[in-house]
Nanobody, 124 residues
Framework: VQLQASGGGLVQAGGSLRLSCAAS????????MGWFRQAPGKEREFVAA????????IYADSVKGRFTVSRDNAKNTVYLQMNSLKPEDTALYYC??????????????????WGQGTQVTVSS
């Protein structure tokens, strides 16, 4: 599967953005999906994950209550709604996919497919 992330941009602190990740192929509903981010000089970190049909969802503590992950399997797309953005949310955001059923996957090493990343910059 190929993944294409979009929706990043420059926003003021307190603002919102919605990231999208479009997947190719006809088996998207068999993939667990995740969002990760990487700031300059830091390791890639987990943000949110959703199981293949969206029953199970988990978030990093740093984004809980502000970010919402969702998916539309009919459109082969996973979303990350980001509200109340903070300067520390500034990073390159990646979506990732792994063929997996009824699981959420939160570790970088478990994912098989990655999008190209979309930049989110939050100004103070």
């Amino acid at each position: 599967v190929q993944l294409q992330a979009s929706g990043g941009g420059l926003v003021q602190a307190g603002g919102s953005l919605r990231l999208s990740c479009a997947a190719s192929g006809r088996t998207f509903s068999s993939y667990a999906m995740g969002w990760f981010r990487q700031a300059p000089g830091k390791e890639r970190e987990f943000v949110a994950a959703i199981s293949n049909i969206g029953v199970s969802i988990i978030y990093a503590d740093s984004v809980k209550g502000r970010f919402t992950v969702s998916r539309d399997n009919a459109k082969n797309t996973v979303y990350l709604q980001m509200n109340s953005l903070k300067p520390e949310d500034t990073a390159l955001y990646y979506c990732a996919g792994k063929q997996s059923f009824a699981r959420v996957v939160a570790t970088v090493s478990e994912y098989d497919y990655w999008g190209q990343g979309t930049q989110v910059t939050v100004s103070s």
